[in-house]
Structures are given as structure tokens and as C-alpha cells.
């Protein structure tokens, strides 16, 4: 079969390297971040590192980061390796958790089980005390990755976000975890890679590599 001009520009793709931040200090001591803006520890640094150096050499086009400090600081040392400075986008941000944000984990557990929850099952649209519902928290993401993706068709982006905002972006590309089934799992500075076609059908490649990493204590919480 002979595709034709409108078939071939159908077939033209945004490719997407996905990297959630390096560690943090709230990260080890199980604090809940959410909209916190913590910075790298020094763990998280080398982590950041080591991820550029399994970039280096790939053309990036461009590198969109939330702009918490975790994050930015992950994809500005990954931009000086790959010669492309991020730009911050608010809209990668982590889920915005309100109250519950800068309290320990083990305890919100037992307090607010449904929302905390959220990080390993599919609990559908849950709300926050003072922060965004998970289906806004959804949306917003969707959008942006989208938005993205319109103004990037055949270009290479890395987004470097959270481990909420990655669980949000799987969903969008694969759709919901079947149910009494758990997230996948979201290191951090681990590499998924997607593509999303001109016509808007997206395909996961890879999810979760953490390959480049050597003994550097790497943290699945959030």
C-alpha cells in the first residue's frame, strides 16, 4: 500500500522521555511533597547526573520541567549535558495535596487512607483537603502533555515531573489500571519513553528504566 502526503503527515511523531526528579530529603524521612519545594539532596544530584550521561549525545529539541525546585534543578542538570535549557511548566507540578503536604506518609495512611491510597490503585476522583481533586489534578496534566505535544510533532522532548504526574501521564497513554491491580512503579530519575503520532494516538516504549543507575539509593515515595 502507497500512503500518500496526508497519510505520511498522520504518521509523523513527537518522541517523549519522561524522568521524574532525583531524591530529596522528604523523600528518604517519607514526607509527603506535593507542592512542597524541596530541593535535591545530594543523592538526588548524583542520581540527576548519571540520568544526563544516558542522554548524552541524543538530540533533545526541547525540555519542559515543573517548576519546583526538585524537578527544575533534575532537568537543568540534564540540560547542561544535553545542551538544551528547560523551560519551567506549572502545569507538570506534582498533585497539589493541600493539608496533607510536609506530613509523614506512615501517618496520613491511617488518617486519609482513600487519598494516600490514590499513589496504588486507581481510586477514581478523590478530593483534597485545600488541594486539587484527582480528576482536576488529571485533567491539568493531560492538557499540558497534550498542549506539548501539538507544538512539538517530530521534535524530541524531555519532561522531567513527579511520581503523581507520571502515574497521571501513564493513564492518559495506556488508561486505568485495572482494578485490585497497583501503579506502576516510578523511581526516582527513572526513563519512560513514549510517542505520540500527528493524529494524536499516543504508544508507550518504556516505562520505569533505571538502568543508568548504579548503587545510588533510589526512592519509590513521593
Known amino acids: 500500500m502507497k500512503l500518500g502526503g496526508n497519510d505520511l503527515k498522520s504518521l509523523e511523531r513527537t518522541e517523549f522521555i519522561f524522568i521524574r526528579h532525583g531524591q530529596t530529603a522528604d523523600n528518604v524521612a517519607g514526607i509527603l511533597q506535593g ?3 524541596t530541593p535535591l539532596d545530594e543523592t538526588g544530584r548524583r542520581q540527576a547526573r548519571l540520568t544526563a550521561e544516558c542522554l548524552r549525545g541524543k538530540t533533545v ?38 493539608e496533607l503536604e510536609g506530613l509523614l506518609s506512615k501517618e496520613l495512611w491511617k488518617s486519609h487512607f482513600e487519598i494516600m491510597n490514590c499513589f496504588n490503585e486507581d481510586m477514581g476522583d478523590v478530593p483534597v483537603p485545600g488541594g486539587e481533586s484527582r480528576y482536576t489534578f488529571e485533567q491539568r496534566v493531560a492538557g499540558c502533555i497534550e498542549a ?23 493513564k492518559h497513554i495506556v488508561g486505568p489500571v485495572a482494578a485490585g491491580n497497583l501503579q506502576p512503579i516510578c523511581s526516582n530519575v527513572s526513563v519512560s519513553k513514549a510517542f505520540r503520532l500527528a493524529d494524536g494516538k499516543w504508544r508507550l516504549r518504556s516505562w520505569n528504566d533505571v538502568s543508568h543507575l548504579d548503587i545510588v539509593r533510589n526512592s519509590e515515595t513521593f
Open 35 to 37: 507542592h512542597r519545594d
Open 61 to 98: 529539541d526541547a525540555i519542559f520541567s515543573s517548576d519546583l525546585l526538585r524537578a527544575f534543578e533534575t532537568a537543568q542538570i540534564i540540560g547542561e549535558v544535553v545542551g538544551t535549557v528547560p523551560v519551567p511548566e506549572s502545569r507538570l507540578r506534582e498533585w497539589h495535596l493541600g
Open 148 to 170: 506539548i505535544a501539538d507544538k512539538s510533532i517530530g521534535k524530541t522532548v524531555v519532561i522531567v515531573t513527579h511520581s503523581g504526574t507520571m502515574h497521571s501521564i501513564f
